[in-house]
Protein backbone atom coordinates (compact mmCIF):
# COMPACT_ATOMS: atom_id res chain seq x y z
CA UNK A 1 0.00 0.00 0.00
CA UNK A 2 2.71 2.25 0.91
CA UNK A 3 4.11 1.94 -2.37
CA UNK A 4 0.75 3.12 -4.28
CA UNK A 5 0.60 6.07 -2.05
CA UNK A 6 3.59 7.06 -2.69
CA UNK A 7 2.22 7.47 -6.31
CA UNK A 8 0.20 10.49 -5.28
CA UNK A 9 3.24 13.01 -5.64
CA UNK A 10 1.54 16.39 -5.11
CA UNK A 11 -2.20 16.44 -3.72
CA UNK A 12 -3.87 19.76 -4.65
CA UNK A 13 -6.68 20.52 -2.30
CA UNK A 14 -6.82 23.96 -3.32
CA UNK A 15 -6.18 23.49 -6.79
CA UNK A 16 -6.00 27.65 -7.78
CA UNK A 17 -3.53 28.36 -5.00
CA UNK A 18 0.41 27.13 -5.60
CA UNK A 19 1.63 24.61 -3.61
CA UNK A 20 4.85 23.85 -1.76
CA UNK A 21 7.12 20.67 -1.19
CA UNK A 22 6.63 19.31 2.69
CA UNK A 23 9.51 20.59 5.11
CA UNK A 24 8.47 19.19 8.70
CA UNK A 25 6.45 21.34 10.51
CA UNK A 26 4.30 24.20 9.09
CA UNK A 27 3.97 27.21 10.61
CA UNK A 28 0.23 27.08 10.98
CA UNK A 29 0.50 23.72 12.54
CA UNK A 30 2.00 23.86 15.37
CA UNK A 31 0.21 22.59 18.48
CA UNK A 32 -2.86 21.30 16.43
CA UNK A 33 -4.39 18.37 17.19
CA UNK A 34 -4.29 16.88 13.71
CA UNK A 35 0.35 18.01 13.70
CA UNK A 36 1.22 14.58 13.66
CA UNK A 37 -0.97 13.59 10.66
CA UNK A 38 -0.73 16.64 8.40
CA UNK A 39 3.07 15.73 9.13
CA UNK A 40 2.82 12.39 7.88
CA UNK A 41 0.81 12.88 4.77
CA UNK A 42 3.88 15.30 4.04
CA UNK A 43 6.31 12.66 4.59
CA UNK A 44 4.11 10.63 2.36
CA UNK A 45 3.92 13.31 -0.13
CA UNK A 46 0.22 12.64 -0.25
CA UNK A 47 -0.99 16.39 0.80
CA UNK A 48 1.19 19.76 0.27
CA UNK A 49 1.19 22.74 1.36
CA UNK A 50 -0.15 26.05 0.29
CA UNK A 51 2.86 27.97 0.18
CA UNK A 52 5.03 30.56 2.60
CA UNK A 53 5.11 27.81 5.10
CA UNK A 54 1.51 27.02 5.50
CA UNK A 55 -0.73 24.20 5.37
CA UNK A 56 -3.90 25.72 5.94
CA UNK A 57 -5.55 22.86 8.25
CA UNK A 58 -8.66 24.56 8.65
CA UNK A 59 -9.09 24.81 4.93
CA UNK A 60 -12.11 22.61 3.03
CA UNK A 61 -11.54 19.99 0.39
CA UNK A 62 -13.64 19.59 -2.90
CA UNK A 63 -15.77 16.48 -3.72
CA UNK A 64 -13.16 16.04 -6.61
CA UNK A 65 -10.30 16.44 -4.56
CA UNK A 66 -10.70 13.16 -2.60
CA UNK A 67 -11.54 11.33 -5.64
CA UNK A 68 -8.50 11.95 -7.67
CA UNK A 69 -6.62 10.88 -4.74
CA UNK A 70 -8.27 7.82 -4.91
CA UNK A 71 -7.50 7.65 -8.67
CA UNK A 72 -3.99 8.62 -8.50
CA UNK A 73 -3.49 5.75 -5.77
CA UNK A 74 -4.75 3.11 -8.66
CA UNK A 75 -1.79 4.46 -10.68
CA UNK A 76 -4.32 6.56 -12.85
CA UNK A 77 -5.85 3.79 -15.33
CA UNK A 78 -7.25 4.29 -18.47
CA UNK A 79 -11.00 5.32 -18.44
CA UNK A 80 -13.77 6.31 -20.90
CA UNK A 81 -13.98 9.37 -23.12
CA UNK A 82 -17.64 10.13 -22.27
CA UNK A 83 -18.22 11.59 -18.75
CA UNK A 84 -20.56 9.93 -16.36
CA UNK A 85 -21.96 13.05 -15.29
CA UNK A 86 -23.19 16.84 -16.48
CA UNK A 87 -21.17 18.80 -14.72
CA UNK A 88 -18.12 16.61 -14.97
CA UNK A 89 -15.43 17.44 -18.05
CA UNK A 90 -13.18 14.72 -18.94
CA UNK A 91 -10.79 17.21 -19.25
CA UNK A 92 -10.77 18.79 -16.42
CA UNK A 93 -8.29 18.24 -13.47
CA UNK A 94 -10.79 16.17 -11.80
CA UNK A 95 -12.37 14.21 -15.43
CA UNK A 96 -10.55 11.18 -15.62
CA UNK A 97 -10.85 10.58 -11.66
CA UNK A 98 -14.38 10.91 -11.80
CA UNK A 99 -15.20 8.61 -14.50
CA UNK A 100 -12.88 6.01 -13.03
CA UNK A 101 -14.51 6.35 -9.54
CA UNK A 102 -18.04 6.09 -11.37
CA UNK A 103 -17.62 3.28 -13.19
CA UNK A 104 -16.40 0.99 -10.29
CA UNK A 105 -19.30 2.18 -7.66
CA UNK A 106 -17.07 4.55 -5.58
CA UNK A 107 -19.11 7.63 -6.14
CA UNK A 108 -22.83 7.51 -7.58
CA UNK A 109 -23.03 11.90 -7.54
CA UNK A 110 -25.46 14.36 -6.15
CA UNK A 111 -28.17 14.23 -8.65
CA UNK A 112 -29.01 11.11 -10.48
CA UNK A 113 -31.99 12.51 -12.22
CA UNK A 114 -30.00 15.32 -13.71
CA UNK A 115 -26.82 13.59 -13.75
CA UNK A 116 -24.05 15.88 -11.43
CA UNK A 117 -21.69 14.90 -9.16
CA UNK A 118 -20.75 18.84 -8.01
CA UNK A 119 -17.42 18.12 -8.03
CA UNK A 120 -16.14 21.60 -6.77
CA UNK A 121 -18.31 21.51 -3.95
CA UNK A 122 -17.59 21.15 -0.60
CA UNK A 123 -16.77 17.39 0.84
CA UNK A 124 -18.49 16.78 4.04
CA UNK A 125 -17.66 14.00 6.57
CA UNK A 126 -20.39 11.65 5.53
CA UNK A 127 -19.82 11.83 2.08
CA UNK A 128 -15.96 11.43 2.98
CA UNK A 129 -16.56 8.09 4.76
CA UNK A 130 -19.31 7.06 1.98
CA UNK A 131 -15.92 7.11 -0.50
CA UNK A 132 -14.08 5.41 1.39
CA UNK A 133 -16.43 2.54 2.46
CA UNK A 134 -16.70 1.96 -1.70
CA UNK A 135 -13.39 2.31 -2.42
CA UNK A 136 -12.57 -0.19 0.30
CA UNK A 137 -15.00 -2.58 -0.90
CA UNK A 138 -13.71 -2.25 -4.68
CA UNK A 139 -10.51 -3.10 -3.03
CA UNK A 140 -11.69 -6.23 -1.46
CA UNK A 141 -11.08 -4.85 2.32
CA UNK A 142 -13.12 -6.13 4.96
CA UNK A 143 -15.64 -3.36 5.56
CA UNK A 144 -18.17 -5.22 7.89
CA UNK A 145 -17.17 -3.58 11.30
CA UNK A 146 -20.05 -1.39 12.88
CA UNK A 147 -20.21 1.04 15.73
CA UNK A 148 -23.50 2.53 16.93
CA UNK A 149 -24.61 6.07 15.35
CA UNK A 150 -26.39 6.72 18.09
CA UNK A 151 -23.15 7.08 20.82
CA UNK A 152 -23.34 10.56 19.16
CA UNK A 153 -26.06 13.19 19.73
CA UNK A 154 -26.20 13.82 15.82
CA UNK A 155 -25.97 10.50 14.80
CA UNK A 156 -29.42 10.18 13.36
CA UNK A 157 -29.20 13.18 11.37
CA UNK A 158 -27.11 10.73 8.88
CA UNK A 159 -28.41 10.41 5.67
CA UNK A 160 -29.68 7.02 4.83
CA UNK A 161 -27.27 6.50 1.85
CA UNK A 162 -23.98 6.83 4.61
CA UNK A 163 -25.22 4.91 7.46
CA UNK A 164 -23.34 2.24 6.89
CA UNK A 165 -20.30 3.32 5.75
CA UNK A 166 -20.01 5.91 8.62
CA UNK A 167 -20.38 2.82 11.31
CA UNK A 168 -17.88 1.34 9.48
CA UNK A 169 -15.80 4.47 9.49
CA UNK A 170 -16.01 4.86 13.37
CA UNK A 171 -15.52 1.20 13.67
CA UNK A 172 -12.54 0.15 11.31
CA UNK A 173 -9.21 -0.96 13.15
CA UNK A 174 -6.40 -0.73 14.37
CA UNK A 175 -8.27 2.67 14.95
CA UNK A 176 -11.17 4.59 13.68
CA UNK A 177 -10.82 6.20 10.26
CA UNK A 178 -13.35 8.63 11.33
CA UNK A 179 -13.83 10.40 15.15
CA UNK A 180 -16.13 12.48 16.18
CA UNK A 181 -15.98 16.20 16.32
CA UNK A 182 -16.50 15.92 20.19
CA UNK A 183 -17.16 13.57 22.68
CA UNK A 184 -21.34 13.97 21.23
CA UNK A 185 -21.43 14.79 18.03
CA UNK A 186 -20.41 13.19 14.91
CA UNK A 187 -20.94 16.23 12.63
CA UNK A 188 -22.07 14.52 9.42
CA UNK A 189 -23.12 16.84 7.46
CA UNK A 190 -19.87 19.30 8.22
CA UNK A 191 -17.61 19.89 5.91
CA UNK A 192 -14.26 17.51 5.71
CA UNK A 193 -11.09 20.11 6.19
CA UNK A 194 -7.84 19.33 4.99
CA UNK A 195 -6.55 18.69 8.91
CA UNK A 196 -8.77 16.02 8.94
CA UNK A 197 -8.34 14.38 5.50
CA UNK A 198 -5.00 14.16 6.49
CA UNK A 199 -5.16 12.43 9.49
CA UNK A 200 -7.83 10.07 8.04
CA UNK A 201 -5.58 9.48 5.01
CA UNK A 202 -2.56 8.32 7.99
CA UNK A 203 -5.51 6.58 9.62
CA UNK A 204 -6.09 4.37 6.22
CA UNK A 205 -2.68 3.36 5.59
CA UNK A 206 -3.34 1.69 9.02
CA UNK A 207 -6.22 0.13 8.25
CA UNK A 208 -5.48 -1.75 4.72
CA UNK A 209 -2.21 -3.09 6.66
CA UNK A 210 -4.39 -4.50 9.41
CA UNK A 211 -6.18 -6.58 6.90
CA UNK A 212 -4.47 -9.25 6.68
CA UNK A 213 -5.48 -10.06 10.51
CA UNK A 214 -8.80 -9.72 10.06
CA UNK A 215 -11.60 -12.35 9.42
CA UNK A 216 -14.05 -11.67 6.46
CA UNK A 217 -17.27 -11.70 7.42
CA UNK A 218 -20.70 -12.27 5.84
CA UNK A 219 -22.77 -9.53 4.85
CA UNK A 220 -26.12 -8.59 5.79
CA UNK A 221 -27.31 -9.26 1.85
CA UNK A 222 -25.37 -12.87 2.31
CA UNK A 223 -27.60 -13.96 5.28
CA UNK A 224 -29.65 -17.01 4.96
CA UNK A 225 -33.17 -15.49 5.38
CA UNK A 226 -32.78 -12.76 3.61
CA UNK A 227 -31.41 -14.91 0.45
CA UNK A 228 -35.15 -16.23 0.44
CA UNK A 229 -37.41 -13.57 0.14
CA UNK A 230 -38.48 -11.81 -2.96
CA UNK A 231 -36.56 -8.48 -4.64
CA UNK A 232 -39.68 -6.56 -2.56
CA UNK A 233 -39.40 -8.32 0.03
CA UNK A 234 -35.80 -7.49 0.42
CA UNK A 235 -36.23 -3.95 -0.01
CA UNK A 236 -38.53 -3.83 3.26
CA UNK A 237 -36.05 -5.87 5.01
CA UNK A 238 -32.91 -3.24 4.06
CA UNK A 239 -35.37 -0.56 5.09
CA UNK A 240 -35.88 -2.29 8.43
CA UNK A 241 -32.01 -2.60 8.53
CA UNK A 242 -31.67 0.90 8.41
CA UNK A 243 -34.47 1.79 11.18
CA UNK A 244 -33.09 -0.60 13.51
CA UNK A 245 -29.70 0.95 13.38
CA UNK A 246 -30.99 4.36 14.10
CA UNK A 247 -32.97 2.68 16.81
CA UNK A 248 -36.08 4.14 14.66
CA UNK A 249 -39.45 3.45 16.67
CA UNK A 250 -41.20 3.53 13.33
CA UNK A 251 -40.70 3.84 9.46
CA UNK A 252 -42.66 3.37 5.87
CA UNK A 253 -42.43 -0.33 5.43
CA UNK A 254 -44.22 -0.03 1.92
CA UNK A 255 -46.75 -0.71 0.00
CA UNK A 256 -49.32 -3.81 -0.84
CA UNK A 257 -48.27 -5.34 1.63
CA UNK A 258 -50.23 -8.74 3.39
CA UNK A 259 -49.95 -9.67 7.23
CA UNK A 260 -48.30 -12.47 5.72
CA UNK A 261 -45.59 -10.54 3.80
CA UNK A 262 -45.24 -8.14 7.00
CA UNK A 263 -44.51 -11.26 9.41
CA UNK A 264 -42.14 -13.13 7.19
CA UNK A 265 -39.97 -9.79 6.67
CA UNK A 266 -39.51 -9.39 10.60
CA UNK A 267 -39.07 -12.90 10.83
CA UNK A 268 -36.81 -13.16 8.56
CA UNK A 269 -34.87 -10.29 9.69
CA UNK A 270 -34.50 -11.36 13.40
CA UNK A 271 -33.61 -14.76 12.79
CA UNK A 272 -30.85 -13.86 10.47
CA UNK A 273 -29.50 -11.00 12.93
CA UNK A 274 -29.46 -11.95 16.43
CA UNK A 275 -26.48 -9.59 17.05
CA UNK A 276 -29.66 -6.73 17.01
CA UNK A 277 -30.87 -8.71 20.38
CA UNK A 278 -32.53 -5.39 22.09
CA UNK A 279 -35.14 -6.01 19.69
CA UNK A 280 -38.27 -6.65 21.51
CA UNK A 281 -40.53 -9.92 21.78
CA UNK A 282 -42.97 -8.23 19.45
CA UNK A 283 -43.74 -5.48 16.89
CA UNK A 284 -47.26 -3.85 15.06
CA UNK A 285 -48.05 -1.97 12.15
CA UNK A 286 -50.81 0.31 10.58
CA UNK A 287 -51.85 0.31 7.30
CA UNK A 288 -52.93 3.70 5.40
CA UNK A 289 -55.35 4.58 2.77
CA UNK A 290 -53.12 4.52 -0.04
CA UNK A 291 -51.96 1.10 1.23
CA UNK A 292 -48.45 2.23 2.79
CA UNK A 293 -47.58 0.07 5.93
CA UNK A 294 -45.73 1.75 8.87
CA UNK A 295 -44.12 -0.59 10.64
CA UNK A 296 -43.54 -0.01 14.67
CA UNK A 297 -40.28 -1.41 16.07
CA UNK A 298 -39.81 -1.85 19.75
CA UNK A 299 -37.05 -2.42 21.63
CA UNK A 300 -35.67 -3.55 25.41
CA UNK A 301 -32.35 -3.22 27.24
CA UNK A 302 -34.15 -6.92 28.81
CA UNK A 303 -35.66 -5.34 31.48
CA UNK A 304 -38.28 -2.78 30.17
CA UNK A 305 -39.32 -1.86 26.24
CA UNK A 306 -40.48 1.48 24.98
CA UNK A 307 -43.86 2.46 23.53
CA UNK A 308 -44.68 4.72 20.92
CA UNK A 309 -41.42 6.66 21.49
CA UNK A 310 -37.72 5.36 23.11
CA UNK A 311 -36.74 7.02 26.36
CA UNK A 312 -33.28 8.50 26.10
CA UNK A 313 -32.70 6.54 29.15
CA UNK A 314 -33.27 3.03 27.95
CA UNK A 315 -31.69 4.31 24.69
CA UNK A 316 -28.64 5.00 26.84
CA UNK A 317 -29.07 1.37 28.30
CA UNK A 318 -29.39 -0.45 25.10
CA UNK A 319 -26.18 1.35 23.69
CA UNK A 320 -24.46 0.50 26.29
CA UNK A 321 -25.16 -3.32 26.38
CA UNK A 322 -24.62 -2.94 22.64
CA UNK A 323 -21.41 -1.93 23.57
CA UNK A 324 -20.65 -4.79 25.85
CA UNK A 325 -21.64 -7.17 23.29
CA UNK A 326 -19.66 -5.78 20.46
CA UNK A 327 -16.51 -5.84 22.87
CA UNK A 328 -17.14 -9.76 23.92
CA UNK A 329 -17.78 -10.34 20.57
CA UNK A 330 -14.30 -8.86 19.42
CA UNK A 331 -12.85 -10.40 22.29
CA UNK A 332 -13.35 -14.40 21.05
CA UNK A 333 -12.76 -13.16 17.54
CA UNK A 334 -9.07 -12.65 18.57
CA UNK A 335 -8.96 -16.21 19.98
CA UNK A 336 -9.85 -17.83 16.37
CA UNK A 337 -6.70 -17.58 14.21
CA UNK A 338 -7.68 -16.04 10.69
CA UNK A 339 -6.30 -18.69 8.85
CA UNK A 340 -7.89 -21.59 10.06
CA UNK A 341 -10.37 -23.21 7.80
CA UNK A 342 -14.10 -22.98 7.99
CA UNK A 343 -14.69 -25.86 9.92
CA UNK A 344 -12.15 -25.29 12.36
CA UNK A 345 -13.19 -21.74 13.24
CA UNK A 346 -16.93 -23.64 13.40
CA UNK A 347 -15.56 -26.11 16.06
CA UNK A 348 -13.55 -23.16 18.00
CA UNK A 349 -16.88 -21.20 18.47
CA UNK A 350 -18.57 -24.24 19.47
CA UNK A 351 -16.44 -25.17 21.88
CA UNK A 352 -16.14 -21.35 23.25
CA UNK A 353 -20.08 -21.64 23.56
CA UNK A 354 -20.45 -24.75 25.57
CA UNK A 355 -17.37 -24.14 27.59
CA UNK A 356 -18.22 -20.29 29.15
CA UNK A 357 -21.92 -20.88 29.08
CA UNK A 358 -23.78 -21.89 32.01
CA UNK A 359 -27.36 -23.54 30.89
CA UNK A 360 -30.28 -21.58 32.72
CA UNK A 361 -32.49 -24.19 34.26
CA UNK A 362 -34.74 -21.97 35.56
CA UNK A 363 -36.06 -20.72 32.28
CA UNK A 364 -37.97 -23.07 32.26
CA UNK A 365 -40.10 -22.22 34.93
CA UNK A 366 -40.78 -19.09 33.66
CA UNK A 367 -44.02 -18.17 31.85
CA UNK A 368 -42.56 -16.86 28.51
CA UNK A 369 -45.99 -15.80 26.98
CA UNK A 370 -46.45 -13.07 29.44
CA UNK A 371 -42.71 -11.41 28.91
CA UNK A 372 -42.74 -8.91 26.42
CA UNK A 373 -39.09 -7.88 26.69
CA UNK A 374 -35.87 -9.54 26.00
CA UNK A 375 -34.61 -11.05 28.84
CA UNK A 376 -30.56 -11.67 28.55
CA UNK A 377 -30.95 -15.44 28.84
CA UNK A 378 -33.13 -15.50 25.98
CA UNK A 379 -30.71 -13.57 23.50
CA UNK A 380 -27.39 -13.80 22.31
CA UNK A 381 -26.47 -10.98 24.49
CA UNK A 382 -26.92 -13.64 27.70
CA UNK A 383 -24.35 -16.54 25.75
CA UNK A 384 -21.91 -14.24 24.58
CA UNK A 385 -21.68 -11.33 28.06
CA UNK A 386 -23.15 -13.10 30.84
CA UNK A 387 -21.87 -16.65 30.20
CA UNK A 388 -25.57 -17.40 30.81
CA UNK A 389 -28.64 -18.50 28.26
CA UNK A 390 -31.23 -21.17 27.11
CA UNK A 391 -31.79 -22.80 23.97
CA UNK A 392 -31.78 -19.08 21.98
CA UNK A 393 -28.94 -17.66 23.24
CA UNK A 394 -26.73 -20.41 22.49
CA UNK A 395 -27.83 -20.69 19.19
CA UNK A 396 -28.19 -16.60 18.35
CA UNK A 397 -24.05 -16.45 20.07
CA UNK A 398 -23.21 -19.33 17.79
CA UNK A 399 -24.58 -17.42 15.06
CA UNK A 400 -23.43 -14.19 15.11
CA UNK A 401 -19.91 -15.52 15.96
CA UNK A 402 -19.81 -17.78 12.86
CA UNK A 403 -21.38 -14.89 10.70
CA UNK A 404 -18.01 -12.91 11.99
CA UNK A 405 -15.80 -15.07 10.66
CA UNK A 406 -17.20 -15.41 7.32
CA UNK A 407 -19.50 -19.02 8.31
CA UNK A 408 -22.89 -19.17 6.74
CA UNK A 409 -24.69 -19.59 9.77
CA UNK A 410 -28.94 -19.78 10.20
CA UNK A 411 -31.09 -20.93 13.11
CA UNK A 412 -34.30 -23.09 13.50
CA UNK A 413 -36.83 -23.05 15.31
CA UNK A 414 -38.79 -26.03 16.50
CA UNK A 415 -39.09 -28.31 19.07
CA UNK A 416 -36.91 -31.13 20.99
CA UNK A 417 -37.77 -34.06 22.53
CA UNK A 418 -41.32 -32.53 22.83
CA UNK A 419 -40.08 -28.88 24.21
CA UNK A 420 -40.00 -26.01 22.15
CA UNK A 421 -36.33 -25.26 21.10
CA UNK A 422 -33.84 -23.42 18.77
CA UNK A 423 -30.72 -24.88 16.83
CA UNK A 424 -28.26 -24.27 14.45
CA UNK A 425 -27.19 -25.14 10.72
CA UNK A 426 -23.94 -24.02 8.58
CA UNK A 427 -23.07 -24.09 5.55
CA UNK A 428 -19.21 -25.93 4.98
CA UNK A 429 -18.14 -26.21 1.75
CA UNK A 430 -21.13 -26.40 -0.34
CA UNK A 431 -23.20 -28.80 2.08
CA UNK A 432 -25.57 -28.10 4.91
CA UNK A 433 -24.97 -28.63 8.81
CA UNK A 434 -26.90 -29.48 11.92
CA UNK A 435 -25.31 -28.22 14.86
CA UNK A 436 -27.11 -27.99 18.26
CA UNK A 437 -24.34 -26.01 21.15
CA UNK A 438 -27.50 -26.35 23.61
CA UNK A 439 -27.48 -29.90 23.38
CA UNK A 440 -23.41 -30.20 23.60
CA UNK A 441 -23.43 -28.31 27.02
CA UNK A 442 -23.23 -31.35 29.69
CA UNK A 443 -25.49 -29.67 31.71
CA UNK A 444 -28.10 -31.07 30.12
CA UNK A 445 -27.01 -34.34 30.86
CA UNK A 446 -25.11 -34.61 33.60
CA UNK A 447 -25.76 -31.17 35.69
CA UNK A 448 -22.09 -29.50 35.13
CA UNK A 449 -21.00 -27.05 33.12
CA UNK A 450 -16.83 -26.23 32.15
CA UNK A 451 -16.95 -22.64 32.87
CA UNK A 452 -13.46 -22.55 34.57
CA UNK A 453 -11.42 -23.60 31.64
CA UNK A 454 -11.65 -26.09 28.14
CA UNK A 455 -13.58 -29.29 27.83
CA UNK A 456 -11.79 -32.14 28.91
CA UNK A 457 -14.69 -35.02 29.36
CA UNK A 458 -13.23 -38.17 28.28
CA UNK A 459 -17.09 -38.90 26.92
CA UNK A 460 -17.28 -36.30 23.95
CA UNK A 461 -20.83 -37.70 23.64
CA UNK A 462 -21.57 -34.74 26.09
CA UNK A 463 -20.88 -32.33 23.48
CA UNK A 464 -20.32 -33.70 19.86
CA UNK A 465 -23.64 -35.57 19.25
CA UNK A 466 -25.12 -33.22 17.88
CA UNK A 467 -22.10 -31.36 16.33
CA UNK A 468 -22.51 -31.49 12.46
CA UNK A 469 -24.97 -33.96 11.87
CA UNK A 470 -27.72 -34.58 9.30
CA UNK A 471 -31.09 -33.69 9.05
CA UNK A 472 -32.08 -37.10 9.14
CA UNK A 473 -29.95 -38.27 11.73
CA UNK A 474 -31.50 -35.69 14.35
CA UNK A 475 -35.14 -36.14 12.86
CA UNK A 476 -36.03 -38.56 15.97
CA UNK A 477 -35.42 -35.42 18.19
CA UNK A 478 -35.55 -32.26 16.28
CA UNK A 479 -38.43 -30.87 14.79
CA UNK A 480 -39.18 -27.63 12.55
CA UNK A 481 -41.79 -25.71 12.65
CA UNK A 482 -41.42 -24.38 9.28
CA UNK A 483 -42.63 -21.09 10.19
CA UNK A 484 -39.46 -19.66 7.78
CA UNK A 485 -37.66 -22.04 5.00
CA UNK A 486 -34.82 -23.96 6.38
CA UNK A 487 -31.85 -25.90 5.13
CA UNK A 488 -32.28 -29.45 4.71
CA UNK A 489 -28.53 -30.28 6.40
CA UNK A 490 -26.64 -33.56 4.54
CA UNK A 491 -23.34 -33.27 5.11
CA UNK A 492 -21.04 -35.74 6.92
CA UNK A 493 -17.60 -34.83 5.88
CA UNK A 494 -17.28 -32.62 9.30
CA UNK A 495 -18.91 -34.47 12.08
CA UNK A 496 -16.45 -34.80 14.94
CA UNK A 497 -14.58 -37.59 13.34
CA UNK A 498 -13.28 -35.20 11.07
CA UNK A 499 -11.36 -33.40 13.52
CA UNK A 500 -10.36 -36.87 15.95
CA UNK A 501 -9.44 -38.86 13.02
Given amino acids: MKKALSLILA ?102 TARLFSPETDLTREQAAAIFYRYSNYKGYNTTSRASLLTFEDGVRVNDYAIDALS ?30 AVILKRYYNYTHHQGSLHTAIEITERYHYKTLSPKLQECYL ?52 ANVEFLL ?12 LSAQLKESIL ?12 VLHTIPVGASQPEKEKMIYDWIISNNRYASEVLNWDLD ?57 FLDGEWYFVDPTYGDPLLFDGTNYLDGPIETPIPYYHYDYFNKTTAQTAASHIPDNLLP ?16
Fill in 11 to 112: LVLTISVPVCAFAQGYTDIRGHWAEEGINWAGEQQLMNGVGDGRFDPEGTVLRATLVTVLYRMEGEPAVGSSSAFNDVSIGSWYGKAVNWAASNGIVNGTDA
Fill in 168 to 197: WAIATEPEALLSGTSATTLDPHGTALRAQL
Fill in 239 to 290: RMDTAVKKLSTSFWLGKDLTAEDIARIYNSYIEDNPEHFYMGLHYSYKIYDN
Fill in 298 to 309: YYSDGVTSNEET
Fill in 320 to 331: TKKARFDEAVHQ
Fill in 370 to 426: SISESPDELTAYGAMVNGIGVCESYAGAFQVLCHAVGIHCTSIEGTADGMPHKWNAV
Fill in 486 to 501: NPTCTGTKYNYNYFVS
